[in-house]
């Protein structure tokens, strides 16, 4: 959180201004030091840091399944998938792989918390432009996916659902009717925000041709997610290094041309559609058996089980108050969540607790691209590109 | 799958004695680097037409004070074309320093700075070597492991 401002070049007739920490179009404790010619951008220096709890250096003090909360506080816009990136990193480790019906439980979790984040995403990055409506609409049914969420795990969003083999709790055939009514009503309720945005005039003003990254400068400022799809790369690790049996649903990756605000629009509504598509597929398919590994020295016992066979009990305690070992070695493992790739490199000393663990962030290195998609735009556009990188910055703090 | 299996073969042959040791986890292939090579490793691995890891993923640090090089530098690479992954990594002296990676990928910027603020390593050839995360008047570099997690 460097508080320095003396980066920005040194000509003497421009003015250098602060957007942030607190600023409601920064979405967050962002803070961006602008450097302006008039309405240009000169230079732009994102400065984070104001989030930081240092959730790495955490890690190395707790064991992997206390560590579980904390990955909820990253992307609080969507807990479930850094739930589920971090409880597959773990499994990686100890090479195991949990039943299918657990895999598909945690590909409904992802896809539900990527139509959730995207729905954040729409309505605050629509009124930051000025388009207020969009965001009564899609808080309106983000409301309603919180409701699932409460349902499935009884938190909205600290939910802490997975747990190292398995997840916190079944669903059941209600939730899953529950569910299976918001994804018959979302592609409808997609086609409505569509039909405020797609051709408005003053939308396609604001993002077209604004924040461009070609795919080449993507690539190299390790861009992931929809902002790198929008610059027409089609990398997507559901697709490249698919996990929880990705691999079993139908989806295609959109992709974007021009790589502008306009097209991580489009990208993301799409995207939307897509998850749509792969919860419907994933409520049809549910396995049945069971959801958790079958292995008494990670996965906790059942609690009624606990309270009446002191073999549990005991399972019960060990796990809880010491946790348990995993194997000498280093894996690195991501996800696709909303934001792109998110991906946790443990070190294992053999130890209850990681010996280092690294949180590959997403939001942090597509933030990272800030400064060269706002290089000569007007100060209005910074807004339209911080809104289109849909930074969280729990994540990029960590 | 095999991460990185066929780029260490590639990288022992092509650099031979730089090519300090290898090893593999859960199929996930890593080699350490002499930090001498570093770059030209790195650029190799970027450019040649067998390798073509295109993306710099991550750039960070692991902390073993009790090893004689105690930092070790741990760059994750990707390649697109060939959907491969690779853990390179280097051992350098306490606070470095090693070759900054930013010439080859503009994503080397911030993960090094959080490098530096995290553990005081420094990357030679980096253009904006400044704190990132925490602030600019704090003293200790938080993850290293002399540092406790609570000061009583």
């Not at chain 1, 971090?86 to 896809?111: D, N, Q, T, W, Y």
């Not at chain 1, 080449?216 to 997507?236: C, N, W």
């Not at chain 1, 009624?304 to 549990?312: D, F, G, N, P």
């Amino acid at each position: 959180m460097p508080a320095r401002i003396d980066t920005v070049t040194d000509r003497p007739d421009t003015l250098t201004i602060n957007m942030g920490p607190s600023h409601p179009a920064t979405h967050g404790v962002l803070r961006v030091i602008l450097e302006l010619d008039g309405e240009t951008v000169v230079s732009c220096d994102p400065v984070c840091g104001y989030l930081h709890r240092g959730m790495e250096k955490i890690a190395e003090n707790r064991t992997y399944l206390q560590f579980i909360p904390y990955t909820d506080r990253m992307d609080y816009l969507s807990p479930l998938a850094a739930n589920v990136g971090f409880a597959l990193a773990v499994e990686e480790l100890l090479g195991i792989r949990v039943p299918p019906r657990c895999e598909a439980i945690r590909v409904l979790c992802a896809e539900l918390s990527r139509i959730g984040a995207h729905l954040v995403w729409l309505g605050t990055s629509a009124l930051d432009l000025g388009a207020a409506t969009m965001f009564f609409h899609t808080f309106k049914d983000r409301e309603w996916h919180y409701d699932l969420i409460e349902d499935l795990c009884g938190a909205r969003l600290t939910t802490s659902y997975t747990r190292v083999g398995g997840v916190a709790y079944d669903v059941t055939p209600e939730w899953l009717a529950r569910l299976d009514a918001f994804v018959k009503a979302m592609p409808g309720r997609i086609d409505d925000y569509e039909s405020l945005l797609t051709k408005n005039g003053i939308w396609l003003k604001r993002t077209q041709g604004v924040g461009k990254l070609t795919a080449q400068q993507a690539l190299e400022f390790g861009v992931t997610g929809p902002v790198l799809r929008a610059s027409g790369v089609a990398y997507d690790v559901r697709k490249a290094r698919p996990y929880s049996g990705y691999e079993q649903y139908e989806f295609d990756v959109p992709t974007g041309i021009e790589g502008d605000v306009y097209d991580r629009y489009l990208v993301r509504i799409e995207e939307m559609r897509q998850s749509v598509r792969i919860l419907d597929q994933a409520i049809r398919m549910m396995p049945q058996g069971p959801v958790n590994v079958d292995d008494p020295k990670i996965f906790l016992p059942e609690k009624r089980k606990v309270l009446t066979s002191m073999e549990e009990l005991i399972h019960q305690f060990m796990i809880v108050t010491e946790g348990f070992t995993c194997p000498v070695g280093e894996i690195y493992h991501s996800t696709e969540v909303p934001k792109g790739e998110l991906g946790f490199y443990i070190v294992s000393e053999g130890g209850k607790a990681p010996y280092r663990l690294r949180i590959r962030s997403s939001a942090f290195n597509n933030l990272a691209s800030l400064a060269k998609q706002v290089q000569g735009a007007l100060v209005a556009d910074v807004v339209a590109c911080i809104g289109s990188i849909d930074p969280v910055m729990g994540e990029v703090d960590r | 799958m095999a991460d990185g299996a066929q780029a260490v073969d590639l990288l022992t042959q092509r650099f031979g004695a730089a090519i300090l040791e290898h090893g593999s986890f859960r199929d996930q292939h890593w080699a350490v680097v002499d930090p001498k090579a570093w770059r030209a490793v790195a650029a190799w691995l970027r450019d040649d037409p067998a390798t073509r890891f295109n993306v710099l993923l991550d750039v960070t640090a692991v902390h073993w004070p009790d090893r004689e090089l105690p930092i070790e530098i741990v760059a994750h690479l990707y390649s697109h074309e060939r959907n491969d992954r690779l853990r390179l990594k280097c051992r350098v002296p306490d606070r470095g320093p090693v070759d900054s990676l930013t010439p080859l990928w503009a994503s080397a910027d911030w993960n090094e700075r959080e490098a530096f603020d995290m553990f005081g390593v420094v990357f030679s050839g980096h253009p904006d070597l400044r704190r990132i995360l925490m602030s600019d008047d704090y003293t200790d570099y938080p993850l290293r492991k002399e540092l406790p997690l609570f000061r009583g």
